[in-house]
């Protein structure tokens, strides 16, 4: 998991995306695709992101963060 880790940090650098970047509100991302992504992030590391985590959840460091910090991410 330690290298899916810095594989998606590494991966928002490339986009020139910092971790304080707000998926709406800087890259101008709609609810739908906001939704995509976390979609994606549960799939790929195994996991299920309440609703009530995923407002949290809007910039790239705090969705880094909460799969790093979570005890199913696989």
């Known amino acids: 998991m330690?290298?899916?880790y810095w594989n998606y940090k590494s991966f928002c650098l490339y986009l020139q995306v910092t971790p304080d970047v707000?998926?709406?509100?800087?890259?101008?991302?709609?609810?739908l695709y906001?939704?995509?992504?976390?979609?994606?992030?549960?799939?790929?590391?195994?996991?299920?992101?309440?609703?009530?985590?995923v407002d949290k959840t809007d910039t790239?460091?705090?969705?880094i963060e909460y799969i790093h910090?979570?005890?199913m991410a696989s």
């Not at 707000?22 to 609810?31: H, P």
């Not at 992030?41 to 299920?48: A, Q």
């Open 2 to 4: 330690e290298r899916d």
């Open 22 to 31: 707000y998926f709406q509100k800087d890259l101008r991302l709609d609810s």
């Open 34 to 53: 906001t939704v995509e992504i976390i979609i994606a992030l549960e799939e790929e590391f195994k996991l299920e992101i309440p609703i009530k985590e």
């Open 60 to 63: 790239c460091f705090l969705a």
């Open 69 to 71: 910090n979570h005890p």
